[in-house]
């Protein structure tokens, strides 16, 4: 059974720093591309950023610069690490698995707020 676990979400104020994690099991994640999408209250799913099976890295415009996606293959995980968040980076985070079938987390909650 295959399964992406994600953690590290929580509430930091405008500014801060949050890491997510997202554990797979059920896959050889390493020959996935794995990706980091949002879903912010009464907005569409959106893709972050995404990191192929041979690393080549991609991340939506609003988040360039300031959002870093990495993968530990010997792990199973790929990790988001979060910096000068803002309050529109508030939504939740699903981590993604895809190449011949797609797979998604449950999602972590991020709330940027004072």
């Known amino acids: 059974q295959v399964r992406l676990a994600e953690s590290g979400g929580g509430l930091v104020q405008p500014g801060g720093s949050l890491r997510l994690s997202c554990a797979a099991s059920g896959i050889i994640s390493s020959v996935y591309n794995m990706g980091w999408y949002r879903q912010a209250p009464g907005k569409e799913r959106e893709l972050v950023a995404v990191i192929t099976s041979g690393g080549s890295t991609n991340y939506a415009d609003s988040v360039q610069g300031r959002f870093t996606i990495s993968r530990d293959n010997a792990k199973d995980t790929v990790h988001l690490q979060m910096n000068s968040l803002k309050p529109e980076d508030t939504a939740v985070y699903y981590c993604?698995?895809?190449?011949?079938?797609?797979?998604w987390g449950q999602g972590t909650l991020v709330t940027v707020s004072e």
């Open positions: 993604n698995a895809a190449r011949w079938f797609e797979y």
